[in-house]
């Protein structure tokens, strides 16, 4: 049994930062990419930031200079770094990993989703 467990969510004034955690816990043999994606009410799930279990990181064009995503390979966490947020930014916001199960199968999971509200 395999989880992702997020956290930092929250309420942010425009211009603020915030962090978010993914921390994957249970059986695996490893985390291969991870990233973060979300969703606003009434639109669709969109990606936001990706990385390799290597360090390689990826960025959606929305947000590239503003976030960064980050990975502790040891803790299996992972991280996304939120710097001068706007309105626009306010979403759910989703950790995907694709795990490779200890019989080496590669699957994709998802976290709950932790909401980001940035206030005007």
């Known amino acids: 049994q395999v989880q992702l467990v997020e956290s930092g969510g929250g309420l942010v004034q425009a211009g603020g930062s915030l962090r978010l955690s993914c921390a994957a816990s249970g059986s695996f043999f490893s985390l291969n990419d991870m990233g973060w994606y979300r969703q606003a009410p009434g639109k669709q799930r969109e990606f936001v930031a990706s990385i390799t279990s290597g360090g390689t990181t990826n960025y959606a064009d929305s947000v590239k200079g503003r976030f960064t995503i980050s990975r502790d390979n040891a803790a299996h966490t992972m991280y996304l770094q939120m710097n001068n947020l706007n309105p626009g930014d306010t979403a759910v916001y989703y950790c995907?990993?694709?795990?490779?199960?200890?019989?080496?199968?590669?699957?994709?999971?998802w976290g709950q989703g932790t909401q980001v509200t940035v206030s005007s």
């Open positions: 995907n990993a694709h795990v490779t199960a200890l019989s080496r199968s590669i699957y994709p999971m």
